[in-house]
Nanobody, 121 residues
Framework: QVQLVESGGGLVQPGGSLRLSCAAS????????MGWYRQAPGKQRELVAS???????DYADSVKGRFTVSRDNAKNTLYLQMNSLNPEDTAVYYC???????????????WGRGTQVTVSS
């Protein structure tokens, strides 16, 4: 019923930029917090950035000043603007959302399938 689909990943040189998008679709009544996670080979998945329904944001120390998370509530879309990328940013990036469905009083957590970001010369 609900899907989160990431897009915008790819190969970029160090110092370059990418903009990731996450589109939520389905029987969604409201979206609470949303976030971006990433997982590099051999490492655990980590939180990169999050944003509440009110627009309050939080970032991992490693990306502060370089990444910006935002959301378009009218389009149910989450964004991650990534600047000054370095090889340590190479990972699969996943979108996460805490959603309330239509005709439901409960919240559910959904994950996208991920999009690959590779930073290399």
């Amino acid at each position: 019923q609900v899907q989160l689909v990431e897009s915008g990943g790819g190969l970029v040189q160090p110092g370059g930029s990418l903009r990731l998008s996450c589109a939520a679709s389905g029987t969604i009544f409201s979206i609470n917090a949303m976030g971006w996670y990433r997982q590099a080979p051999g490492k655990q998945r980590e939180l990169v950035a999050s944003i509440t329904s009110a627009g309050s944001t939080d970032y991992a120390d490693s990306v502060k000043g370089r990444f910006t998370v935002s959301r378009d509530n009218a389009k149910n879309t989450l964004y991650l603007q990534m600047n000054s990328l370095n090889p340590e940013d190479t990972a699969v990036y996943y979108c996460n959302g805490d959603l309330k469905l239509i005709n439901s009083n409960f919240n559910y957590v959904f994950w996208g399938r991920g999009t690959q970001v590779t930073v290399s010369s």
